[in-house]
């Protein structure tokens, strides 16, 4: 029997350099790909995979995250006075459970690891997911959801997987690979962002992740790694050989919104896909080319 995943991380503490000035005042998360920011599309993702707990780690100046999930009673109660029923029923996907949402401080970023190890006493005993609310992915299944099934299968630690180009290896965490049928690769070994020459593979992790409890020992070591981060991939290597670990091959399309291209393409290709924006996305588009 598999204990349930329940409980998702969102960690959002970091400093999100490359989008300054956007981000001097406002979080990266809070970034809307079309009219949703971000953190709202991890949070209905993980919803979708059963999620019922989550637990940002935030730190100074994002307190526009939590707010974007409480209830706006004089917004709401102008709408409805109004009769604005499109603009009400646009707040739906903010609505949470009462108690649902716990936050915890970094306090200072010093890393991914650093960032998973703050939620410690919200994990406590328990498989956990991980949403990296910055990468986005657009798929028929939510990401997160073929994760936990995949979990379901397999039991133990699972990270969604993607082939990036040789040469953006040291972007990544990359995997050294073991099995592999083409959709769950076994996963051998971990390593943070490898000059392209040693990188074991080209299949590199993307923000999504069922993890085992066990990880937070391992990140309790304050281990530095790449850029002098505590890396979560750092932490998850130890966990290699003692528990089953498994890359899966997601069915979608990731868009990493932390990057200014990633961002822009997100952009458009979320536009085609909402059917009272694609015609007039695509007639726009041609006058570019
Ligand atoms: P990034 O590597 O994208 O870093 O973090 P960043 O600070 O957000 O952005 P740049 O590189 O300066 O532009 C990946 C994820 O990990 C979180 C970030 O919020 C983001 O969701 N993170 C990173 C933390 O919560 N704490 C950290 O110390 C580092």
Redesign the pocket.
């Known amino acids: 029997m598999r204990k349930p995943l329940r409980k998702a991380v969102l960690?959002?503490?970091?400093?999100?350099?490359?989008?300054l000035p956007a981000t001097k005042a406002t979080a990266?998360?809070m970034l809307p790909v079309v009219d949703k920011p971000l953190i709202q599309y991890a949070i209905e993702e993980a919803r979708a995979a059963g999620i019922e707990q989550f637990c940002m780690?935030t730190g100074r100046g994002k307190t526009a995250l939590v707010e974007h999930f409480d209830v706006a009673y004089e917004l709401e109660a102008t709408l409805r006075e109004r009769d604005k029923t499109d603009a009400l029923a646009a707040l739906k996907g903010t609505q949470t459970e009462p108690g649902s949402i716990v936050t915890v401080r970094?306090q200072v970023?010093?890393?991914?690891g650093?960032?998973i190890w703050c939620a410690r006493a919200f994990i406590g005993d328990d498989p956990f997911a991980i949403l990296?609310?910055?990468d986005l992915v657009l798929s028929d299944t939510p990401c997160l959801r073929q994760l936990a099934d995949a979990y379901m299968e397999t039991g133990g630690n699972v990270v969604a997987v993607t082939e990036v180009p040789r040469e953006h290896t040291n972007r990544y965490g990359i995997l050294a690979t073991g099995k592999d049928d083409g959709r769950l690769v076994e996963v051998k070994g971990l390593v943070e962002k490898p000059a392209p020459k040693d990188a074991p593979s080209n299949l590199s992790i993307i923000g999504r992740y069922v993890l085992m409890p066990e990880v937070i020992g391992h990140l309790a070591k304050m281990e530095r790694g790449a850029g002098n981060?505590v890396q979560l991939t750092d932490g998850m290597a130890k966990l290699i050989g003692h528990q089953p670990f498994h890359g899966l091959r997601y069915e979608g399309r990731r868009f990493d919104c932390?990057d200014k291209i990633g961002y822009l393409e997100a952009q458009i290709a979320f536009a085609l896909k909402r059917p009272e924006l694609a015609d007039a996305v695509r007639a726009f588009l041609k006058t570019y080319s």
């Open positions: 960690p959002v503490a970091g400093l999100g350099t490359r989008f990266k998360e780690v970094q970023p010093l890393g991914l650093h960032a990296l609310p910055d981060e932390g």
